[in-house]
């Protein structure tokens, strides 16, 4: 299996076999490394959820997913209701017998972030999507996974959730460890009855989300981060492992790490 980014402008023949006949159900798929993961797992012959806020945006996946010889569909979904989750999970299991895989990608953060400058308000907000809004996920699949004696979760959390860092501030560093430890949590429990969950934990990805940071990274430095695709061939690497392969964590950050520049600079090394 290939971790080589992929082209999502057509689906080659020996592109359509590993995932073939498999339910795979994305959050945050409107964007990012959603929209990549949605379409790498598609690409591999995966019918795609495509799950998010933003109807239109999910749409437009869909569309680009079906124009190139995949299978998708939109459904819209706060990830912090709970009740609309399982609907949603109650919904594919109906019409498709089950889920293979959920990848629990939805995740926000907040400008003001700094402990000084988070709100109890933006808090709650933070950690209701980072964390609630993937355990929901995971609580709507678990039980038909159960059913078939498999299946295949992987929770975006982030280097935040490996290393805090005042540029992510408390309620995202904390929300995102909190996702790392629900991912061992779920193999402890649930590798018994064939179900694997991998702690995904990216460094800085060039993706809209960037933009909310109080100082916004410069063109130049996002060229130099990891990409959307970077993450979309992993998960559909993790997808498309054996199922008697767990892949606990994925720790993966940019060559030039901005973390690590920083540091050499505290340091006073010269770059």
Not at 22 to 48: D, N, P, R, Y
Not at 59 to 78: F, H, M, Y
Request: glycine letters at 10%; proline letters at 6%.
């Amino acid at each position: 299996m290939s971790l080589s980014p992929l082209t999502h402008n057509a689906l080659r023949e020996d592109d359509m076999a590993t995932l073939s006949g498999k339910v795979a159900w994305v959050t945050g798929a409107g964007g990012g490394i959603g929209e990549a993961s949605a379409k790498a797992l598609a690409s591999s012959g995966a019918h795609v959820v495509l799950s998010g806020r933003r109807l239109e945006e999910l749409e437009r996946v869909a569309a680009e997913i079906a124009s190139a010889g995949g299978t998708a569909e939109a459904a819209q979904l706060d990830v912090a209701d709970a009740p609309a989750t399982q609907v949603i999970a109650d919904d594919l299991v109906a019409r498709f017998g089950g889920i293979d895989v959920f990848v629990a990608n939805a995740g926000i953060n907040v400008p003001n972030r700094a402990v000084s400058e988070i709100t109890p308000t933006d808090f709650a907000k933070v950690v209701d999507i980072n964390l609630n809004g993937v355990m929901n996920g995971v609580l709507a699949v678990l039980p038909q996974m159960r059913t078939k004696g498999e299946g295949t979760l992987i929770l975006t959390s982030s280097w935040a959730g490996r290393h805090p860092s005042r540029l992510t501030g408390p309620a995202y560093s904390a929300s995102k460890h909190a996702v790392v430890a629900l991912s061992h949590s779920i193999n402890q429990d649930e590798g018994v009855n064939g179900i694997r969950c991998t702690a995904l934990m990216p460094g800085e990805v060039a993706t809209p989300i960037m933009q909310s940071r109080p100082k916004p990274p410069s063109p130049e430095d996002l060229a130099r981060m990891l990409q959307a695709e970077d993450l979309g061939a992993m998960v559909r690497y993790i997808a498309e492992a054996p199922p008697h392969v767990c892949v606990n964590e994925v720790l993966i950050s940019p060559t030039w790490n901005r973390s690590f520049v920083g540091v050499a600079e505290l340091g006073g090394i010269k770059l």
